[in-house]
């Protein structure tokens, strides 16, 4: 199990973590923060239809430079892997790619029920947009094309998913958990049972010491990570839950408040994570040594979405409402907000001990 050791409070301030605000954010719920794999331009989707590019700096500044928008709420977002356009999700239905440099949209999916997650594949001998739906329909898109070049039937509906070639992973309803191999034409590795109880909420793959993807990172409603190899030497010891963003317990009889994992990353040359959370926190684990880095104070709001830039410099997160306590407490007069952090030295990872 981690080793834990909880921040303390400074309560009233909307920055309590004194983290850099990028400025002009959503101004509704924020879904995903995406960084550009090759600059430091940084995109975020929202349920207020839009999403918005900004130029971020090391130095914390940010200025916002472009924004598109569906015709319903924007569930998801990711990166062409050159760096100069992004793929849309939305409850609309359909899948845009965002050209950057143009600042043009054009449907490259549709779908028969809002489109949950979106993924781009770069393989060696093909390249497509993946898309994935609460139609139960995993879609796979050329975007020269109208048709999807490949459907494979989900047991449920997409929640979450992620892509690293040649590696996928796709979480439905009633925590169904598929595994994909996407050399050569895209095919069902294995469906796994799924280590945690409850309902997933993200999941993101992680790569081993030679950098190449190995295993993945599930994050649940009820406050817990598992982090599963697809082949483990040993799956007893390798593979391993363990909880986070709970309320301290500081006395005999106190009840434990529970919150979801909101958003899983993997720092790119660390090898260490960021889980944010429900409770408004984000903590830093290095798994390896299976011990908690850090843990922030809470902001005022919960943190729903978080990622780091290619180098692994800036951490980035966003704090919105998430509607896990229902309707009754939300507050309009608390504002979403994007904040960055200078991360790279808190998130090295720890010696092993022996």
């Known amino acids: 199990m981690f080793q834990t050791t909880l921040g303390g409070t400074m309560g009233g301030s909307h920055n309590p973590n004194k983290d850099y605000e990028v400025q002009q954010p959503p101004e509704d719920s924020i879904s995903a923060l995406k960084f550009s794999p090759n600059s430091n331009y940084l995109v975020a989707s929202s349920w207020n239809n839009n999403i918005r590019c900004w130029e971020v700096q090391e130095n914390g500044q940010s200025a916002a430079k472009a924004q598109q928008s569906h015709a319903g709420p924007v569930l998801n977002c990711c990166w062409h892997s050159d760096g100069t356009k992004v793929f849309t999700a939305s409850c609309d239905k359909t899948a845009k790619l965002w050209d950057l440099q143009s600042n043009q949209t054009i449907a490259v999916a549709q779908h028969d029920a809002p ?36 459907t494979h039937e989900l047991p449920e509906r997409c929640y979450c998913a992620d892509v690293d070639y040649p590696l996928s992973i796709v979480c439905t309803a009633n925590r169904g958990i ?5 050399e050569g034409t895209p095919s069902e590795f294995k469906k796994i049972d799924s ?48 909880k986070c963003h709970r309320s301290q317990v500081t006395r005999t009889g106190q009840n434990q408040d529970i919150f979801a994992v909101n958003d899983i990353a993997f720092h790119p040359t660390h090898g260490t994570l960021s889980t944010v959370g429900s409770d408004g926190r984000y903590s830093f684990w290095d798994k390896d040594a299976r011990t908690k880095l850090k843990t922030s104070d809470p902001t005022e709001l919960p943190i729903v979405a978080c990622d780091f830039n290619f180098n692994g410099n800036l951490f980035v997160y966003a704090v919105s409402y998430d509607w896990s306590k229902g309707h009754e407490h939300y507050n309009p007069q608390k504002k979403n907000l994007i904040f960055l952090r200078s991360a790279a030295e808190e998130l090295k990872p720890r010696q092993k001990k022996r």
Do not use: M
């Not at 489109?115 to 898109?141: C, H």
């Not at 598929?178 to 996407?182: F, K, P, S, T």
């Not at 190449?212 to 190899?229: K, M, N």
């Open 115 to 150: 489109i949950k997650t979106v993924n781009w594949i770069q393989a060696p001998n093909y390249s497509v947009v993946v898309t994935g739906s609460w139609d139960r329909k995993l879609k796979y898109w050329d975007t020269r094309q109208p048709n999807p070049v490949l």
């Open 178 to 182: 598929i595994i994909y191999n996407l």
């Open 195 to 242: 280590p945690l109880k409850y309902q997933h909420r993200c999941v993101t793959i992680f790569r081993d010491k030679q950098n190449q993807p190995t295993g993945f990172a599930l994050g649940s409603i009820e406050g817990r990570v598992a982090i599963q190899y697809i082949n483990p030497p040993d799956p007893n010891k390798d593979n391993f839950t363990f």
